[in-house]
C-alpha cells in the first residue's frame, strides 16, 4: 500500500509563493497519477494538478493555469507543487492524492482512495 505525506503549507503573504511536497513511500505503481487537490472552508475539494511518474504529463486544473506547476522526481518518490503569485483565495488545506487502480478521469475526486494528510496553506492579503 502507498503512503503519502504532505508537506510545505504555511502562512505566506498574497503575491507570495510556496512549494508544497508530497512524499509517496511503498509499494508504487508504474505511471501511476499523482494528483494536488485543496479543500477551502466550507468548499468542495477541487482538482489542482496531476501528473505521471514515469510520463511526466502534466495536468491542470483551471484554478492553478498560469501560476502553479506540478513536478514529480520517481526515483525519490516525491511530487512538488510550485504555486507562485499566490491570492488570498488559494486559502486551502492542500492533499495530495494518487489510486491503486486505473484512474479514468484525472480530475474527479471519487477516481482517488489514497490520500495525504492535508498541509495548511494561507495567503493574507
Known amino acids: 500500500q502507498v503512503h503519502l505525506v504532505d508537506s510545505g503549507g504555511r502562512l505566506v503573504q498574497a503575491g507570495g509563493s510556496l512549494r508544497l511536497s508530497c512524499a509517496a513511500s511503498?509499494?508504487?505503481?508504474?505511471?501511476?497519477?499523482m494528483a494536488w487537490f485543496r479543500q477551502a472552508p466550507s468548499k468542495e475539494r477541487e482538482f489542482i494538478a496531476a501528473i505521471r511518474w514515469i510520463s511526466q504529463s502534466p495536468f491542470y486544473g483551471n484554478s492553478a493555469a498560469g501560476r502553479f506547476t506540478i513536478a514529480a522526481d520517481n526515483t525519490k518518490k516525491m511530487v512538488y507543487l510550485q504555486m507562485n503569485s499566490l491570492k488570498p483565495e488559494d486559502t486551502a488545506v492542500y492533499f495530495c492524492?494518487?489510486?491503486?487502480?486505473?484512474?479514468?478521469?484525472?480530475?474527479?475526486?471519487?477516481?482517488?482512495?489514497?490520500w495525504g494528510q492535508g498541509t495548511q496553506v494561507t495567503v493574507s492579503s
Open positions: 511503498g509499494r508504487t505503481f508504474g505511471d501511476s497519477v
Open positions: 492524492a494518487t489510486s491503486s487502480g486505473d484512474i479514468q478521469n484525472i480530475r474527479r475526486e471519487p477516481e482517488y482512495n489514497i
